[in-house]
């Protein structure tokens, strides 16, 4: 089987769970599934939404649908993805890690919301992995853990965002309207991991000042570390979406083949 490619998303508000398959973010991803060049035996993903102290991976059959946000429309909480679960693929992922197994925790939005435009069918097994309370360094060791998977069929999925900061979220603001810090945030990062220059990464709370506006709490970021880790060494991302929300919210979504 050929390697699968790594998927970093950010996944933006959850109102574009909603929207149909003629809106761009939702025509990259599906494009992005599309073009894969095996059928993904499941998906492992990691999701800002599910931060543990020590790591945790679902183990259930049948892991079900969270609605872990509120202020939306009933619609928004009317959705369920039924994907199945991978309980043999759970045990694989806490071989490599470590992780304990947990058999009730269902998928929450940063992972189904994304999931649903990259396989609307809900028919390609899903195995979340929690995002642990570590440091750039430690996070990318565990994407390296993970990466031996991406032989066997399974492609990893990390949920987050590059520039996140709801503070200064502008929610009467039109998709496209960027304000200049969000943009520079986020050329910043995409030209660190264009160019290989992860030690810039890794210390980028010291070595770009406004990286804390980027991600003023940081575990949308953080995605990125255990994506980098899984990607093979040297291989830059391309950009499988470009797009904004809210002023400052990136929907930039990378891949590493």
């Known amino acids: 089987m050929t390697r699968l490619p790594v998927l970093f998303v950010s996944h933006g508000s959850p109102m574009l769970a909603?929207?149909?398959?003629?809106?761009?973010?939702v025509r990259d991803l599906a494009a992005f599934a599309r073009t894969l060049p095996d059928r993904p035996r499941a998906v492992l993903v990691l999701s800002a939404h599910w931060q543990t102290s020590d790591?945790?991976?679902?183990?259930?059959?049948?892991?079900?649908?969270?609605?872990d946000f509120y202020g939306f429309p009933p619609e928004l909480h009317a959705i369920d993805y039924p994907a199945p679960g991978d309980p043999g693929l759970a045990r694989e992922v806490a071989a490599l890690t470590g992780a304990a197994l947990d058999a009730d925790r269902p998928l929450d939005h940063g992972a189904w919301a994304?999931?649903?435009?990259?396989?609307?069918?809900a028919d390609v097994p899903v195995v979340q992995l929690s995002l642990p309370r570590r440091d750039p360094a430690g996070l990318v060791a565990l994407g390296a853990a993970l990466?031996?998977?991406r032989d066997a069929g399974i492609l990893i999925v990390a949920s987050?965002?590059?520039v996140h900061n709801l503070r200064l979220a502008d929610f009467a603001a039109p998709d496209g309207q960027v304000d200049p810090w969000a943009r520079e945030a986020e050329t910043w990062f995409v030209t660190r991991l264009e160019?290989?220059?992860?030690?810039d990464l890794l210390a980028h709370r010291d070595r770009w000042p406004r990286s804390a506006w980027a991600a003023p709490t940081t575990e949308h970021l953080d995605v990125l570390f255990p994506a980098l880790g899984a990607a093979t060494p040297g291989a830059a991302p391309r950009s499988v979406h470009e797009g904004w929300q809210l002023a400052n919210m990136s929907l930039r979504c990378l891949a590493w083949a």
Do not use: D, I, Q, S
Request: charged residues 20%; without cysteine; positive net charge.
């Open 147 to 149: 990466r031996p998977l």
């Open 55 to 67: 790591l945790r991976v679902t183990a259930a059959p049948r892991p079900g649908t969270l609605h």
């Open 160 to 162: 987050g965002g590059l």
């Open 18 to 25: 909603l929207e149909g398959p003629a809106h761009p973010y």
């Open 195 to 199: 160019e290989g220059r992860t030690e």
């Open 114 to 121: 994304v999931l649903r435009h990259l396989f609307p069918a």
